[in-house]
Nanobody, 124 residues
Framework: QVQLEESGGGLVQAGGSLRLSCAAS????????MGWFRQAPGKEREFVAA????????YYGDSVKGRFTISRDNAKNTVYLQMNSLKPEDTAVYYC?????????????????WGQGTQVTVSS
């Protein structure tokens, strides 16, 4: 199974930007669709963005459309989440996940492997 490790989280003011990275190891990265999810205290895990194996297709949750961009570099076994115009409601632990399904999934239950998460805190 692929192993995933997120980085890049931190504290940022509202309106600022952060770039999250997720490095994969252990399996062929290009065999996996990749997703980003987030979970705030007391809330369910929420879909943020997903990208297909080749990077040719991307999907976003309604709350982040137009502000976040998912991308991947298969040569570096890494998926990224560029987050712009951050809002306090974006505060959460952000997780990357890998999925071998034929179609790109937006539900967390389809994802096979998860990173440990990275905290993003947006101050007002």
């Amino acid at each position: 199974q692929v192993q995933l490790e997120e980085s890049g989280g931190g504290l940022v003011q509202a309106g600022g930007s952060l770039r999250l990275s997720c490095a994969a190891s252990g399996r062929t990265f290009s065999n996996y669709n990749m997703g980003w999810f987030r979970q705030a205290p007391g809330k369910e895990r929420e879909f943020v963005a997903a990208i297909s194996r080749s990077g040719g297709s991307t999907y976003y949750g309604d709350s982040v459309k137009g502000r976040f961009t998912i991308s991947r570099d298969n040569a570096k076994n890494t998926v990224y989440l560029q987050m712009n115009s951050l809002k306090p409601e974006d505060t959460a632990v952000y997780y990357c996940a890998a999925d071998q399904s034929v179609f790109v999934a937006i539900s967390p239950r389809f994802y096979d492997a998860w990173g440990q998460g990275t905290q993003v805190t947006v101050s007002s």
